[in-house]
């Protein structure tokens, strides 16, 4: 028996559990958005192709489950690029299903067809970013490569493929029994693990050493093995810290979180790192801002710190830093051997009363630090003030989704977060941009918890038709736009090294300049809220909470730059020899 291509491709991805798609419309697609009317599949509209990555992409990490994006060819596959691209440099699992020109077209330059080097090689433009590219070029091969993408997106290293389509292709026939024999293919593959004489090397060094410490980066999350890891911490009381994706690995109330690390985090948790005798990496793979650019006196000092290094990625194991003992492994079947042997050879576990004192007193002054802050009621709000009252509003396990700035710097730093897996951020790519879409895939993945997104005014208006997409699709998102009326991390940065603003702030006629984003909410039909002082705040998020509706919140923000005694190698590049930081020499920059 003989069906179309778009046909069996609709079945296929409901015999998959796929249950949405995230996209935009093209010429090249139709096809399969016309097979989808009548699936149980539920396509979400997007007005642009960046939004609908983004969306996949927090709804993959919200749901752990691949995300499927349908994209048009050409200017809608390079629309898509950049939340491809975040995806890929965070390790989230996507499959791209992008339309191409005609097969019997090729050579040809037919319409939007990116041919420049080559004829019909649109899709090498994702080869960079994504695991691996298809293009297909018969309909007998499509149920195949079909396959093959899905298990790559998800095993090792999870990340996006690509798969380009002949527009033709979606509208031939197939023999119905090359999709048939793929439901005999397993769609679940074996993780590694770690053998028993290597967990025993690994508690061995760990129980002895004097300072030992726990690295967790966002593999944790990917893994699901943040309940193993706490499991592991609490048995042999080794404090935790962590970069900014593996935030919420450990609940920032553990009695051994410590923190972020890093250009953003604390000194305090960065002399942790340093002063460690072992540390047991999991999952990370040691970015720069992370690491204070790799420089031995910030954060980490290998050696003479020793490494042990848990990865998927067997590229990431001393990429950036001498291991001792290295492992690929799946982290949640890891730290299962790890707990195991952890028990057996330490079986009373370890009591480290005057480490835990020692980390309550540390957070107890950090928060007192910022106390000034946060009771301060003047307007343009403080971000601290802000972080504080979003806090104490929502609910232990809403899902948090940021972009970059502010909202993700001082979030990572000050902003505590409770459940795994409910903080979603760029990370590898720092897309400005992200924030806001991906809080629409993470509240369709996620429908009945809460779920804010904290944007700057730059990263809010990349892409402001998010609201469109909300209203149609129901979607009950808060969205809360910290406004300081720039790209403020930019312009301190600035305005500390060449003492000026230009280009990184937004003025009209010389005055502060910001459009009235909660009348833009109101024209998409979404409610909006324009903050008029810093005790308004508070209230509009309990009512919007309490709305359950897709909700705005512009808040005029001051525009302070985040404070660390972190270090990023930049600030030399920009200032050699004169150890400057990303703070303006007036300790805000007054916009």
Known sequence: MKDLISHQLVKYLEDRGVEHIFGLCGHTNIAVLAALEKSSIQFINTRHEQIAAHAADGYARAKKQTAVVLSHLGPGLTNAATGVANAALDSIPMVVIAGDVPSHYYGKHPHQEVNLHADASQYEIYRPFVKRAWRVDRPDLFPEILEKAFQLAESGRPGPVLVDVPMDIFSKEVDVALFERLKHHTKTIQKPSIDEETAKQIIERLSNAKYPLIYAGGGVMLANAAEELREFVGHLGIPVAYSVMGKGAVADDHPFALGMTGFWGTQFVNDKCRQADYILALGTRFAEADCSSWEPEYTFHFPPTKLIHIDIDANEIGRNFPVEIGAVADLKQALTVLNRVAKAMVPQGMQKEALKQEIASYKKEFTAKNHVHI???????????????????LPRDAYITTDVGWNKNGVGQQFPIYEAGTILTPGGYCTMGFGAPAALGAKIAQPEKVVVSLVGDGGFGQNPAVLATAVEENIPVIWVIMNNSA?????????????TTYGTVFKKEGQSYSPDYASIAKAYGVDGVKIQSAEEFKPALQRAIASNKPFVIDVAMLNEPVPTSGHWNILDIYSPNEKKSHVSTDEFVRL
């Open 375 to 393: 009771e301060n009621p003047s307007f343009p709000m403080r971000p601290e003030r802000i972080l504080q009252e979003v806090r104490e509003v």
């Open 487 to 499: 790209f403020g991390t930019i312009a301190g940065l600035e305005k500390a090294h060449y003492d």
